[in-house]
């Protein structure tokens, strides 16, 4: 797969200009972030198509992957590099057909589901809400050692996501994932690059041990 995936950036948006959001996630790419992915869930399609094109073109002068959520049309029209779905939107097989050899990430909450996406394509997942999050997406708890025999049954790196902060990076100790998304805990943080530089710090140090 093309793509590293140990500090995966999720964006939200927080009543915030685009100019502001747009620093911030260049703030982010400038300290290290190794794959953002843009998501929104309330724009047109113009608006979430012209907004990519801008998120892009920062994601791409720091040579990091910009992945789309949901929306493989958006992918293509932008040629980002790849685009994450869950379990609402078109299934994994025939999203596949659409992108070609783009990265496919998919949602799951259960190591049934993570076997079918793997089958039918998937190049990594992302499995949570691990912990309470405050994003306006609503998910159900995944527990740890869900996530953990997820890893243990498909040969796919695997994603953490959902209300991960600084001190919490300890608890996926022995969990086998290959990366952490985090959406509040950079994009609301007082200084980005300071807190970017710190969970990738962390999170380099569990995959040590």
Not at 151 to 168: D, F, K, L, M, N
């Amino acid at each position: 797969m093309k793509a590293d995936l140990n500090l995966y950036l999720v964006t939200a948006r927080y009543e915030e200009t685009e100019e502001v959001f747009l620093q911030k996630i260049e703030e982010a790419c400038e300290n290290g972030m190794t794959l953002v992915q843009l998501r929104e869930k309330e724009l047109t399609t113009c608006a979430y198509y012209e907004l990519a094109k801008k998120v892009k073109q920062v994601t791409d002068r720091y040579q990091i992957p910009l992945i789309i959520d949901d929306r493989a049309d958006i992918c293509l029209a932008v040629d980002a590099a790849g685009v994450h779905i869950g379990d609402d939107e078109l299934p994994t097989a025939v999203t596949r057909k659409i992108i070609g050899d783009k990265i496919l990430g998919v949602s799951v909450k259960s190591v049934a589901q993570a076997k079918k996406v793997e089958a039918a394509g998937a190049d990594y997942l992302g499995v949570g809400a691990i912990f309470p999050t405050t994003t306006k997406v609503t998910t159900k708890a995944t527990s740890l050692e869900t996530l953990q025999q997820i890893t243990q049954q498909v040969s796919i790196p695997v994603v953490a996501i959902g209300g991960i902060t600084e001190e919490r990076i300890a608890e996926f100790e022995h969990t086998g994932i290959q990366g952490i998304a985090v959406v509040s805990e950079i994009m609301q943080a007082k200084n980005i690059g300071q807190k970017v530089r710190q969970m990738k710090d962390k999170f380099a140090q569990l995959e040590g041990d």
